[in-house]
């Protein structure tokens, strides 16, 4: 209770604020369509929309409204839009009003917006003779504030016309806020703002024109007004064009384009600005179809240069009245029109083709622009033959290309041919050698528009003539000549293209195209890397072009990347384009590393009477990675020739230590060594005695002079460059030169000892392998062979521990010697290296080899064979005809039989073989 009464106070001091500021209509009705709603809306005759989607609400100031405080007081028509949704309508209809005059009605509005957001829409609406809504002629979306606004409305209608003003309000987003309207007003005089339009007059136009309204309109200022044409369905229009009378009447145009019946409708003149709109009359676009023929003419007469016909223009479709008949014929295998003005119901011909096939139809015309209709339906007709002329004139060459010539010509009506019976021949000659010449002739479609002469050669001169025939006769054109044009060339010839490789350049020679097809312009060439040995080359980058004069024939190419494959595209051009590319890939020839240069005595670290310790640094590879380094000593004799191995200071050949002494070359190879064994500067250390990838580092002699040279070495595939440092000087020294006894020989001695141990031993078994052989029929028993056997043993024991003894000492003679390089996994030993040991068994200076169980044979001549094996033995022998007969498939071979088990002796004369058996112990031993 105290809440209303709260309200009612408020209500009451709102009304008298309100009041204050503004007074609306204060008593009784307003004139006629005017309401000031303090009755209701009904006393004014205004009523709800009954299709719309709610109602407005009457707010009088005789009942306590629950409404806001800041809503003004006093009666009028409202909307809440807090209590609706979105898109719903509410509609208040006002009487319809038929006056032959200029209306100006004036109203009060607001949109109240509490939380500031529009609440809705207020449109106005004009609806004519009971016609569709349309569009809005004047709406405002913007709140207003609690105070009313004011604006007005120019209705132009005239008799017998009535129109009905409609107030709509929309909800656009359910928030809470009020449309509201309130002292509506129909005045007799016109609106002081918004312009009143004079007539609209109806537009005629014939289908497929422009349609023009104009607009007249007095207005004291219409600057900022917005113009539009409206359609009664609701489409706008905008202006088009807008022009200003005088000061106080101005003209608006509008177009619509290329209208048809589908745009025949009613359209009226719309203008707003903030004080109010005007609205015109309702206009009628009236669309006229052009007139055309029903049935198409009729053919009355035909002979070979004419036709009658009748144009049966009577029947037709679309509106009239005719005011223009036209004939329009054409071939209908050609594409040109001509057209007649025809003012009889019969129209003939003339001037036409013989046996020629005509497409005739008739045009009508109303008023207006645009009034001349589609033609009529065709009459389809010929004209009757003669007897043959002459052969087709003006022989047009329609087109030229380079292996193609196509042939325009006049069209053979039967003007020329007098029948359409007849054959088109195209004969042509052209001269491919001066010495030899091609003809044809070729038969042509001769109701085809263009003839095409095919497959010849470019930039030649060909001769054409054309042949008409039929059954009566023959008739031949003046002959033409024309040249082709010039193609693509032909591929450059790639037995003819020469490469001449360099570190850094390629020299590239060719030949002309066998087919140029033309004047040869240019040659482009670009090439590419595509590989390289050097894995620093960038690979996959844009080739590079290069364009020369038609008459170059070779080119170098430099700055390129050694040891690198190029890929090169060489191709001719014309004036028509680049023919095909010959590919051809040529690859530079490799570099010589880059040795980096010392600094003074940078090389030289340490020295010794029989050594010096040298710096290496690691090569720079060009070309192609770095396979190789290389160590050459070159002795200082001023008494010896000087022999260079290879070109400058580099010493392609490699020679080792042994091979020099023996030679007498100057220069050995004292070690190799990989590039992975070097990936940063290292000391290296000359003389060492030790073996690098088979080349001995001997140690240098005190007393002799030595260059110490450094070499790296690059091959791929056939191709080797070296590159050559000298690192230091080794001079003499005054330390004795001592021959070094058996416990300190080096390893060429222990070399050439084992070796002549060897051989004396090889002599001594061959010597003794021919005694047996000699005396093999003569010896045998068995007692013979026991003391043979035996002393051969014996022989042969005696010589291997000599040799035994002389080895192992010259083995311990280097047991002591120390090295600069004693862990380095590559260097060997002298005795290792050429398997010299202490144990018997693998004594290679002995070739007798020993099987403990089983049989065994080592031979080092071949008629001499050893075997060991247990006691008794029972002795096969090998020249036995009845063993080749036992054993066939050991005819060439030689057994020894252990108990029941017979060991077969591999020999490839086994007549030759000697064999001595005697009894040592338990065991017997086979020679």
């Known amino acids: 209770m105290d809440t209303i009464i709260l309200g009612i106070l408020l209500l009451h001091t709102a009304f008298g604020s309100a009041g204050a500021q503004y007074t609306p209509a204060q008593m009784g009705h307003a004139e006629k369509g005017g309401c000031t709603f303090d009755d209701g809306p009904a006393q004014c005759d205004y009523q709800q929309d009954p299709y719309d989607d709610f109602d407005w609400t009457h707010v009088s100031a005789q009942e306590v409204p629950y409404l806001p405080s800041d809503l003004p007081q006093g009666s009028y028509m409202m909307v809440d839009t807090s209590q609706h949704d979105y898109g719903e309508k509410a509609r208040l209809q006002l009487p319809v009003m038929k006056e032959n005059d200029t209306h100006c009605i004036d109203f009060n509005y607001l949109l109240y917006c509490p939380d500031g957001s529009s609440p809705g829409t207020l449109n106005v609406l004009v609806k004519v003779n009971k016609g569709p809504l349309a569009n809005p002629i004047w709406n405002v979306t913007s709140c207003t504030g609690k105070d009313w606004m004011k604006a007005e409305l120019a209705v132009s209608t005239f008799w017998p016309n009535e129109y009905q003003v409609i107030f709509e309000a929309e909800v656009t987003n359910g928030r809470r806020g009020f449309i509201a309207i309130d002292d509506i007003q129909v005045l007799s005089y016109p609106c002081d703002k918004s312009p009143h339009f004079l007539r609209l007059g109806d537009v005629e136009v014939n289908a497929g024109q422009n349609a023009t309204f104009q607009c007249i309109a007095t207005v004291r200022d219409a600057v900022n007004n917005k113009l539009w044409l409206q359609r009664r369905n609701g489409e706008d229009i905008p202006v088009a064009e807008k022009k200003n009378i005088n000061h106080r009447k101005f003209a608006a145009s509008f177009r619509l384009r290329e209208v048809t019946s589908q745009d025949q409708d009613l359209y009226r003149c719309v203008t707003q600005s903030e004080r109010g709109s005007g609205v015109s009359n309702f206009a009628g676009l009236i669309v006229r179809e052009p007139p055309r023929p029903i049935a198409p003419p009729q053919l009355l007469g035909v002979g070979p240069t004419y036709l009658l016909i009748q144009l049966n223009a009577n029947s037709i479709f679309g509106d009239g009245p005719i005011i223009l008949k036209e004939v329009e014929y054409r071939m209908t295998s050609g594409s040109w029109t001509e057209t007649h003005a025809v003012n009889s119901p019969n129209y003939k011909l003339w001037h036409l083709d013989p046996d020629t096939e005509y497409e005739i139809r008739v045009l009508l015309t109303r008023p207006g622009e645009g009034g001349t209709g589609q033609p009529g339906p065709p009459l389809i007709t010929r004209t009757k033959c003669a007897e043959p002329m002459r052969t087709p004139k003006n022989l047009k060459i329609a087109e030229t290309q380079a292996r193609f010539i196509a042939v325009d010509w006049e069209s053979l009506g039967y003007n020329i041919t007098r029948c359409h019976t007849f054959n088109v021949t195209i004969c042509y000659h052209y001269h491919k050698t001066p010495n030899q010449s091609k003809a044809d002739c070729l038969e042509m479609d001769p109701k085809a528009p263009r003839h095409v002469v095919g497959n010849l050669p470019p930039n030649t001169n060909v001769s054409l003539k054309m042949i008409l025939t039929n059954p009566e006769g023959r008739k031949e054109s003046d002959e033409t000549v024309i040249q082709t044009e010039e193609d693509v060339p032909g591929p450059v010839p790639k037995e003819f293209v020469r490469a001449t490789p360099s570190e850094d350049k390629i020299s590239l020679q060719w030949k002309e195209p066998l087919e140029p097809n033309g004047i040869i312009t240019q040659y482009e060439i670009s090439y590419s890397s595509v590989h390289s040995f050097d894995p620093s080359v960038p690979l996959l980058r844009p080739p590079v072009l290069v364009s020369l004069p038609w008459n170059t024939s070779r080119h170098n190419f430099t700055q390129l990347h050694p040891g690198t494959t190029y890929q090169f595209l060489i191709r001719a051009s014309t004036s028509k384009g680049y023919g095909p590319p010959t590919t051809l890939n040529v690859t530079t020839n490799i570099s010589a ?238 005795m290792d290296s050429h398997n010299f040991s202490n144990r018997l068994p693998n004594d290679p200076l002995v070739p007798t080899a020993v099987l403990e169980q089983g049989f065994s044979i080592i031979s080092t001549a071949p008629p001499v064979l050893h075997c060991k094996l247990k006691w008794p033995v029972q002795w096969v022998d090998s020249t036995m005809d009845e063993f080749y007969q036992t054993h066939p498939k050991h005819a060439a071979q030689g057994a020894c039989r252990s108990g029941s088990r017979t060991t077969v002796l591999e020999e490839s004369n086994p007549r030759m073989l000697q064999m001595s058996c005697e009894t040592n112990g338990d065991d017997g031993v086979c020679h």
């Open 593 to 830: 590393p880059t040795l980096e240069e010392y600094d003074g005595s940078e090389a030289s670290l340490n020295e010794t009477a029989t050594t010096i310790t040298v710096l290496l640094k690691p090569a720079q590879a060009k070309g192609a990675p770095i396979s190789a380094y290389q160590i050459v000593v070159r002795e200082i004799n001023p008494h010896r020739a000087r022999r260079e191995a290879g070109s400058g200071e580099c010493y392609r050949e490699p020679v080792s230590y042994q091979n020099a002494a023996s030679t007498g070359l100057p220069y050995y190879f004292a070690a190799e060594l990989p590039p992975r064994n070097l990936p940063e500067p290292l000391p290296f250390t000359v003389g060492d005695n030790k073996t690098y990838h088979g080349y001995w580092n001997a140690p240098l002699a005190p007393r002799k002079n030595y260059n110490i040279y450094f070499q790296a070495v690059s091959s791929v595939e056939k191709e080797s460059k070296t590159q050559c440092l000298k690192l230091a000087f080794k001079g003499a020294t005054e330390e004795p030169e001592v021959i070094p006894d058996p416990a300190k020989q080096t390893d060429q001695v222990v070399k050439i000892a084992g070796i002549s141990a060897a051989v004396l031993v090889f002599i001594l078994l061959v010597l003794v392998a021919i005694l047996l052989v000699k005396k093999r029929r003569s010896y045998y028993s068995y007692s013979y062979y026991l003391k043979l056997a035996k002393k051969r043993k014996d022989a042969i024991g005696n010589t291997r521990q000599e040799m035994t003894h002389m080895v192992n000492s010259m083995d311990r003679s280097y047991a002591d010697q120390s090295t600069l390089h004693a862990e380095e996994p590559m260097s060997v030993t002298f």
